[in-house]
């Protein structure tokens, strides 16, 4: 592996880490809140497919 | 030698930064009691991971790969026809791909960090909330590894055959996840009386189910266009 190689790859990586640490910390906020079943049934609500972020995995074309 | 010792110190400040942090936590928070058997097993790999780190640099491995460094090379023609050696790879411990090993351990250490963090502070709860608890993990789960293979495949690290294979899987996943979530729904609002009465008056819940399971139908198949 090149220095060039690993350089791309920490670049592609960086965000994606990032990213998944605030989702991390953002899920163990809730795993830890008192929630109540109404509250966590708004949640779920929110957490459909429809707010998922749109990916194309480079198939655009 | 040089390389591989940095490689080691890395992984022995990562080791040693994990553990403080899991001792801060300690401080901060209790562990609950029905978590106690899972942090514990997690803590005892945390401390394997620091004996290990200070066994390396205390103990004899250290000064042994010193003294061998400092013997020397090894006879160059020996190896001089050896394809790592032409690719410079003998210096990454024989591992030829050693440092995408490391950054992968690394990110699955951050990770494993933030679990038992988390774990260490889970509260006990009715099992309706664990669950609906649990479903949004493998949300995040299912979005982290998602955004990290949309990233690998738009830089070309991932075969196009391989991306096509995870834009399928990303694309089943949502039906599947809409369906677990509306039920989840249900039987959270199920539990409460009064709510309970209210979604019985409007049947919407259900019918959002069963539009789920026609969705997720025609995703993986299921279904034809006209049924």
Redesign the interface.
Known sequence: ?TKET?L???Q??A???Q???V??????A???A??T??Q??K???E???SS??E?????ES | MKQKSYITAALAILAMLGFLAVMAVLVMHEIPVSNREFFNTGLIALVGFVSTAFGYYLGSSFGSARKTELLGPPEASALASSAEMQAGRLGQGGFARFTLMLVLLAVAFFFAILSLNGCSTMKKEAPEIVAGKSLLAMKATIITAATTGDQLCKKGVIPKADCRTLADWYLKAQPAYDLAADSMTLVLLSRDKAVWQRYQADQAPFRRIFDDVVVMSGRYGLLGGDQ
């Open positions: 592996m690993i791309a790859l920490a592609v990586l965000p994606v880490v990213a998944g640490a989702e991390v910390a953002k899920l163990i809730t795993l830890n008192d929630i079943p109404e966590l049934a949640v779920l609500e957490s459909r497919s998922w972020p990916l194309t995995f480079g198939l």
